[in-house]
């Protein structure tokens, strides 16, 4: 029996606001990880997440945070966006799942407004719910249609943790144990094209690439590496698989990451924000020369819930909302806004800043040591910032605020990251066991609470 004795996650006493958040942490403990509860404690990421809107998020104890995580790139235009939730009222009215085996009309909707948006010839489609699932199709697709079997990926490189995608993950920490997992997967410096170039045989089915490493440290490649990638595969008979799950939807100042360099891959996959903050949906888009390997065998690769009726009916909202407010260009614009700031701040610290780098508002902070990742985590949450280190190069903060972010704040943003950085520098807080609790907001808190009893 646990210390939260027989309340339950969902019932009104697990929500009391006195008592939510330890609540939370000890049943997450006791339940699923205590390990990782210790860790998010020590970043002062023991956040438990109570009501979200836009660009914001209050934890349990109604402290408010700006969300410049976003689940690594999920809420692109912001979290329960009016639109959105108005628009799953209406679609659950109606639908629910839908049918796998039959052919939705919301299912063809979306793959025909994908065709629109994707770049080049990428005009068929295939769902997923999560990332690694379409990933996971996309090296299916890459061996059916090749008939080869040798998948190049990027060392520090992110997929997710499927059986493909962990294959060809670049950190091997998340592989060992697993093992023998699918062979013949080799991986390459990213953004190293003479070393992609070498090993790219006459076996290799595909290369898989981020066009922004995520996870390794919001790393962009130089200008020609994509390009050169492409012509390499294209040479060899060998397909290219771009990776727009964190880089997709704007992100970048591009729909699509891969479009800053003019490269239009053979299949690109998608998921993340394409759900709008409340469903899971995940595409793989590709060729429809591509698609001739499917057309007879379309039952050999079938997922129950990808892309659902409802999925596909807040997929198609989304990439509304995205036009409708223009966020392609305003991601552009608002991430000078705020790389601009972040340079000025990272001269005037060069003890603390090694770089800042990204496009659109997909921004990358580094700083000089791996320790500085987690407790610049700790000190920005003392500001109201929500930011975390990336997960395969801790020195590296990612800011990845959603596209509906205003000026304001940006600026938010930028004075919290100058008051955490004074903070790292004077120790603030380095005594403290446990980061302080804040005191709760009356109004806000009765907000929350009655909002989810
Ligand atoms: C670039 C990239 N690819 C794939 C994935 C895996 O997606 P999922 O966690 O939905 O399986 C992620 C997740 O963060 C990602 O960032």
């Not at 508002?361 to 700083?367: P, Q």
Request: aromatic residues 8%.
């Amino acid at each position: 029996m646990t210390s939260t004795g027989n309340m339950r996650p969902g019932t009104k006493g697990s929500l009391n606001p006195d008592c939510a958040h330890s609540h939370a942490l000890l049943d997450f403990a006791q339940y699923m990880n205590p390990q990782q509860v210790r860790v998010l404690k020590a970043a002062g990421l023991d956040i438990v997440e109570g009501d979200r809107s836009g660009a914001w998020v209050w934890d349990v104890d109604g402290r408010k945070f700006l969300d410049c995580f976003t689940s690594a790139g999920s809420f692109n235009i912001g979290r329960r966006h009016p639109r959105i939730v108005a628009a799953m009222h209406e679609a659950v009215e109606h639908l629910d799942h839908g049918n796998f085996l039959l052919c939705s009309q919301y299912k063809a909707a979306l793959a025909h407004k994908l065709a629109d948006l994707a770049p080049g010839g990428l005009c068929c489609t295939t769902f997923g719910t999560g990332g690694g699932e379409v990933i996971d199709f996309a090296i299916k697709l890459a061996r059916g249609v090749t008939g080869r079997s040798k998948i190049i990926s990027t060392l520090n490189g992110y997929h997710g943790h499927t059986g493909f995608a962990l294959s060809a993950a670049g950190r091997d920490v998340y592989k060992a144990p697993f093992g023998p997992l699918m062979s013949e997967f080799a991986r390459v410096p990213y953004g190293d094209l003479d070393a992609a170039r070498a090993e790219i045989d006459p076996g290799t089915a595909a290369v898989l690439i981020e066009p922004i490493q995520g996870e390794g440290g919001v790393v962009v490649p130089p200008d020609g590496y994509l390009a050169g990638l492409r012509q390499a595969c294209d040479e060899s008979g060998a397909l290219l698989i771009i990776d727009e799950i964190q880089t997709g939807f704007g992100r970048t100042g591009r729909w699509f990451a891969c479009e800053h360099w003019g490269v239009v891959p053979d299949i690109m996959t998608v998921a993340k924000s394409l759900g709008g903050s409340l469903v899971a949906i995940s595409a793989a888009i590709y060729t429809d020369q591509l698609r001739e390997f499917l057309i007879p065998n379309p039952f050999i690769h079938l997922s129950t819930f990808g892309g659902s009726d409802l999925a596909c009916a807040i997929a198609l909202e989304t990439l509304s909302v995205i036009e409708d407010e223009d966020l392609v260009k305003r991601s552009m614009h608002l991430g000078e806004r705020l790389r601009g700031g972040l340079e000025v701040l990272a001269d005037s610290r060069p003890e603390v800043f090694a770089e800042v780098r990204g496009l659109g508002l997909m921004v990358g902070i580094e700083y000089r040591d791996d320790s500085m990742g987690p407790r610049m985590s700790y000190h920005l949450g003392r500001h109201g910032v929500l930011a975390i280190y990336t997960g395969n190069a801790p020195s590296v903060m990612r800011l990845m605020p959603p596209l509906v972010i205003g000026e304001a704040e940006i600026d938010f943003l930028l004075e919290a990251l100058y008051n955490a950085v004074e903070d790292l520098l004077n120790g603030v807080g380095d005594d403290e066991p446990v980061r302080k609790r804040p005191r709760r907001r009356p109004a806000r808190q009765a907000q929350i609470a009655g909002g989810t009893t």
